[in-house]
């Protein structure tokens, strides 16, 4: 059989676990909200203005994503962003009081951690970064070096392209070695190309 | 704040997890640390995880890392660094990067 395939080109379904990685705010239970929707799935993640909205790894199963004949069956994991430190003072700026600040910050710890251990368990990572913001931060490099180091497939998504101060360029110029997808998460600008560079990485 | 310099002497036969309860107990009592041989992306992503089991809301906040990499190791092309900041969180922040530059600013 597998000859054939060799044959015929590739397999026409794959079947993949995919990580949506990156700092806090950056976007990316938006666009995890996007991919279900785009799947025909309920989007379930809640967006908000506060950072580490989400606390815990969500996981959407048996997504179908139909990219030009070819299937993508996808367990989608939307991991709760990375920080180096949380700070219940922050969310208190947002308005919440300063008990359900500190409880929100730790389990905010609690999801990071939960992300970082989930990186071996995925087959490709999108890594989001918010293109309206200096790209060289230090989450960015120690998540693409670690993908790099551990050869997991990733695609680095710029995010928020329908913002005027968005330079998706400078995304590009930061990771000259990685494919870079500007898109918008939020508007679905240029999500297709997403699609079919995951569909070209599975 | 008091600044530790530590050569890559002193940390090249260590193993990460050594390195990183050095990290945390110098950058708990709020000393930022330089290290000459800095840390890889493997190895401060586990130091970001040890932090988070250490994070106390009311006493220590998490920590900042910088690396430095110089111009021929920026942009992910090289996973090891060769210079590694880590500071309590919050209290240092940077001012200029640049590939041949850095300026941190105390807080």
Not at chain 1, 50 to 73: D, M
């Amino acid at each position: 059989m597998s000859w054939l395939l060799k044959l015929f080109g590739r397999k026409r379904e794959k079947e993949l676990t995919l990580g949506i990685y990156g700092a806090p705010n950056v976007g990316k239970t938006t666009l995890a909200n996007r991919i279900a929707k785009d799947c025909g799935a309920q989007p379930q993640g809640i967006i908000s203005e506060i950072p580490h909205e989400t606390r815990a790894v969500e996981k959407v199963e048996k997504l179908h994503l139909n990219i030009n004949g070819r299937v993508l069956r996808i367990t989608m994991l939307d991991m709760p962003g990375l920080a180096t430190k949380i700070d219940y003072r922050e969310f208190v700026k947002y308005g919440l009081t300063e008990e359900e600040a500190i409880q929100r910050a730790k389990e905010a710890t609690k999801g990071v951690i939960e992300a970082v251990k989930w990186l071996n368990k995925v087959d490709v990572a999108i890594a989001v970064v918010d293109s309206t913001k200096v790209p060289y931060d230090q989450i960015n490099i120690m998540l693409i070096g670690t993908l790099e180091a551990k050869g997991i497939p990733i695609i680095i998504v710029a995010n928020k392209i329908d913002l005027a101060e968005s330079r998706p360029h400078l995304v590009k110029e930061t990771f000259p070695n990685h494919k870079v997808i500007p898109i918008s998460a939020l508007t679905g600008q240029n999500i297709e190309k997403l699609y079919e560079t995951l569909a070209k990485l599975a | 704040m008091e600044i530790n310099f530590i050569s890559k002497n002193a940390t090249k036969y260590l193993t990460t997890r050594e390195k990183i309860q050095m990290i945390l107990r110098l950058v708990r009592n709020n000393v930022m640390i330089v290290l000459e041989e800095g840390l890889s992306p493997e190895e401060q992503l586990e130091l970001l995880k040890e932090t988070m089991r250490e994070i106390d809301p009311l006493r220590f906040v998490g920590v900042d890392i910088i690396s430095f990499n110089g111009p021929n190791r920026l942009q992910g092309r090289e996973n090891v660094t060769s210079l590694t900041i880590i500071a309590p969180g919050g209290k240092i922040e940077i001012v200029k990067r640049t590939p041949n530059q850095l300026s941190v600013q105390l807080l």
